[in-house]
């Protein structure tokens, strides 16, 4: 319980309040502490009675309610905040904030807050446009605050456009982010490539060799990265997962465009994690027209294509190298074997025989080979998590070789 977030929530009066009673609820189940402060317009919508069940404390309503003599109310909530999240932030306390104003009690503890505060606006189409408005919000930027960009869709008042606040899932993944990234201050600024997915090598405009790579592990990885500050560039080929937000994403197809796609990043990177299934052959020729049926067998000549792990490698100056291995038996030769001809640091080894560490699963089970002779097992778990105890090892790599 000690060491719970504390996040203060401030709720200003608009037809989102609604979501922020959601989000205060999800807040809780993922295990933060939550205090709500909410304009007087805001309890037109939603009471705070409402908020005062979903974060099973007090409600902040009234500058002038003392109802402890041994504290100065505004004071003591603003000072127990680790985050202060504004949701929904209407054009009026977007302002009143801006310029100093505090004349209720959510707008004088955010004058007295010195936590960090995340601001998600919501409003008409219109307002969100005005000139005022868009100079109140680069101002709170420059006072530090992180905006949380409003979605694009059908609004309250019957308009359509950018004015709808993000919705309370995007707003919990944001406040975890937050924390994520404020509890690895090594990563903020690395410069990271990651690879992913399969490649596909054409035959025919019909047909291709490809593989059964999902690119879960590496989109994971890339995420992981970006939510503790990392700048992340994700190279991938095609695969049906939706890019994270906060990454740049390079969508290829063969082996060969991504490592022309690698090689462009690759001297500007600090730490480089090749978790892509790249095709090893392609056809030698590739057919403009789709090859008809015949009575006789089909023979497709093949050749290797560039080996990309093994040219870093030997090209890499200064990065810190991570490869993968996904192999179905003789895990351990296969992954120390591959660990010094492609001259990596660390090969990430896992089986794709065994039940639950496959190409298209959700989870994994991995085993870490560093180059200094180390082994880290990482049983049965999440790609997602797996993820982070990745990313935790390639760290301390990377601070060894600095």
């Known amino acids: 319980m000690e060491n719970r977030k504390n996040i203060l929530l401030c709720v200003s009066g608009g037809i989102a309040v609604f979501k922020a009673a959601a989000l205060t609820s999800k807040l809780v189940q993922a295990g933060y502490n939550v205090k709500v402060v ?86 008409n189409v219109h307002m969100y446009d005005h000139p005022a408005v868009k100079k109140n919000m680069e101002t709170l930027q420059e006072y530090g605050y992180e905006l949380i960009e409003p979605d694009e869709g ?72 970006a939510a503790r ?39 500007e990177a600090n730490i480089v994690i090749k978790a892509a299934a790249v095709a090893d052959y392609r056809p030698i020729n590739v057919y403009n027209q789709k090859i008809k049926k015949q009575e006789a067998d089909w023979n497709v000549q093949m050749e290797r294509t560039k080996d990309i792990l093994k040219t870093l490698g030997e090209k890499r100056t200064h ?24 001259a990596v640091d660390m090969i ?11 190409f298209q699963g959700d989870t994994n089970e991995i085993t870490l080979y560093k180059k200094t002779g180390e082994v880290i097992h990482i049983p049965l778990t999440t790609k997602i998590d797996a993820s982070k105890e990745i990313l935790d090892v390639t760290m301390d790599i990377f601070m060894e070789n600095i």
Not at 348 to 358: D, L, M, Y
Request: aromatic share 8%.
């Open 38 to 123: 909410m304009t007087e317009s805001a309890t037109e919508f939603v009471t705070p009675l409402t908020f005062q069940a979903l974060s099973r404390d007090r409600v902040y309503t009234n500058t002038f309610e003392e109802k402890d003599p041994s504290k100065v109310a505004h004071i003591d909530v603003a000072d127990w905040a680790d985050l202060v999240v504004i949701a929904p932030a209407t054009a009026n306390v977007i302002g009143k904030v801006a310029n100093g104003i505090a004349d209720d009690m959510l707008t004088t503890i955010l004058l007295a807050a010195t936590a960090p505060v995340l601001i998600a606006p919501a409003m």
């Open 154 to 225: 059908y609004l309250a008042c019957g308009y359509t456009g950018k004015g709808r606040m993000a919705e309370p899932e995007e707003l919990l993944k944001k406040i975890k982010q937050f924390f994520i990234k404020q509890s690895h201050p090594h990563w903020h600024g690395k410069k990271l490539l990651i690879t992913a997915g399969p490649t596909r090598e054409k035959i025919d405009p019909v047909r291709f060799f490809t593989n059964l790579s999902s690119g879960k592990m590496g989109f994971a990885i890339a995420e992981e990265a």
């Open 229 to 267: 500050g990392a700048n992340v560039t994700l190279i991938a080929g095609p695969t049906s997962l939706t890019p994270p937000g906060d990454v740049s994403f390079i969508q290829v197809e063969s082996a060969e465009e991504m490592y022309q796609e690698v090689m462009k990043q690759f001297d």
């Open 319 to 342: 990065q810190t190298l991570i490869g993968f291995a996904a192999e179905s038996e003789n895990i351990e030769h296969y992954a120390k074997k591959k660990l010094k001809s492609k």
């Open 348 to 358: 990430a080894a896992n089986s794709i025989t065994t039940p639950g560490t496959g």
